[in-house]
């Protein structure tokens, strides 16, 4: 298989022989990089045989959206909606989240979501549990690809799974919560995941939608400034 990089290299000669300016075809050839790169990671990950999770599940769950932009958001792994129907945050919860994305004046199809893990976990009688560390050490890999190929400006972490890839020290939510933080040059905010959100009742559920909704404000200021 043609490598990437040398393929770029070569239409970048190509075109500019052709008469198109550098600052024309540079852009235009990182867009298509980026696309490559991330169909190769979802081919992988169709492919993965890595961890029990692999064998287990029904269907596999790569990231989507816009491999150019500057936020990304970071959930947990895939429920029964998303294993179905191949899509990250697309059950109640991810219907939530992109209400209040078009909320914020945000399409999701402009940003990039994804999983810490790519296969659903499920206990012993088929239903959601959060991923193992020793899942989320194996299937991290991909995420780290997938950073890699969109170098978002900030990262929405959805809840204690997200949280804890990017900062494994931080046990809980709690006071972490609405924060910024730094990881290889990319600030995080986590925020509460929206399965919690649905959870909620009364005072709870409208203090759990307050808090969101300015971590996903602080988010998007951040990835306009950065």
């Not at 979802?42 to 790569?62: A, H, M, Q």
């Not at 780290?144 to 809840?159: C, H, N, S, T, Y």
């Not at 931080?170 to 995941?193: A, C, F, L, Q």
């Amino acid at each position: 298989m043609r490598d990437v990089s040398n393929g770029m290299n070569d239409f970048y000669r190509r075109l500019l022989k052709d008469g198109y300016k550098s600052e024309d075809v540079q852009p235009a050839l990182r867009q298509v990089e980026r696309i490559v790169r991330m169909e190769q990671v979802k081919r992988e990950i169709y492919s993965c045989t890595d961890c029990p999770l692999c064998t287990d599940g029904k269907g596999k769950v790569p990231g989507t959206g816009n491999t150019g932009t500057p936020f990304m958001i970071v959930g947990e792994g895939p429920g029964e909606d998303e294993e179905a129907w191949g899509l990250p945050l697309v059950g109640i919860s991810g219907s939530l989240l992109t209400l209040i994305l078009e909320k914020a004046g945000i399409k999701r199809e402009k940003i990039y979501m994804t999983n810490v893990v790519k296969c659903r976990a499920t206990d012993e009688k088929g239903k959601n549990r959060a991923p193992v560390h020793e899942e989320v050490a194996t299937c991290g890999k991909y995420l780290q690809m997938e950073l890699a190929i969109v170098k978002p400006a900030v990262v929405l972490a959805l809840g204690k799974i997200a949280l804890q890839f990017f900062f494994p020290d931080m046990k809980t939510m709690s006071g972490h919560r609405g924060n910024v933080y730094e990881y290889d040059g990319i600030k995080v905010i986590p925020t509460w995941h929206p399965a919690y959100v649905v959870r909620q009742h009364g005072e709870s559920l409208e203090k759990a939608k307050r808090e969101v909704w300015a971590d996903l404000k602080k988010a998007i200021q951040c990835a306009k400034t950065d």
